[in-house]
């Protein structure tokens, strides 16, 4: 597996490209990911959103278009792509196939495994591709996704750290934003991000 990213757009959101076996994955293709990415992938099969904010889904109309693939986005985050609940004046795109909850995908024959962690949005979720994590807004280096958004939920986050500090296995984390980190780093962290969301 070879994982290509790049941060993009005011926010820095990193779009990750995934070769396995010269197949490619475009993972949150943000604002102004669609010249990055033509330029890189030769045989992309898939667009996978982590969530339906604007910053990890703005290219998706534009990739779709170009590509003739399918967008994978979690089923309750799917609405974000069509309406730009935001107004931030997205491209409006529509999800191929709505996510929902934890789901194994054969995609051309690369295994991807959907992660439901809601709390940052109702849909957010990790991508799992062996023994990575594309993470999204849910785990940063040192941080968690925010939960204060309109559609954000703390009691959800909360439930989904829980979630996420039963995981034995570790993996390492490519995040929306920053730097890779891995989940066993993270997971000392997270029940004083539990303490703390308690009580904001």
């Known amino acids: 597996m070879k994982i ?12 990750y490209i995934v070769n396995i076996d010269n197949k490619e994955l475009i993972i949150d293709p943000g604002v102004g990911a669609t010249g990055w990415v033509i330029d890189i992938v030769k045989n992309p099969v898939a667009i996978l959103n982590t969530h339906g904010h604007f910053d990890h889904v ?6 779709k278009e170009e590509f003739q693939i399918p967008i994978y986005c979690p089923k309750d985050d799917a609405f974000m792509l069509e309406n730009d609940p935001f107004e931030q004046g997205t491209p409006k795109s529509k999800a191929d196939i709505k996510v929902d909850g934890d789901k194994i995908f054969n995609i051309n024959g690369i295994k991807v495994k959907y992660r439901h962690f809601a709390g940052h949005t109702a849909g957010n979720s990790v991508i799992e591709i062996g023994d990575v994590w594309f993470s999204g807004d849910f785990i940063f280096k040192g941080s968690i996704g925010r939960f ?3 559609h954000s939920n703390k009691d959800e986050m909360i439930k989904s750290l829980q979630k996420a500090m039963k995981i034995d296995k570790d993996f390492k984390l490519y995040p929306g934003h920053g730097e890779t980190t891995t989940l066993k780093r993270e997971q000392i962290h997270f029940q004083d991000w539990i303490e703390y969301i308690k009580y904001s």
């Open 148 to 150: 204060d958004f309109p």
């Open 4 to 15: 290509y990213s790049k941060a993009m757009g005011v926010y820095q959101t990193n779009c």
């Open 58 to 63: 703005w290219s998706n109309r534009d990739l």
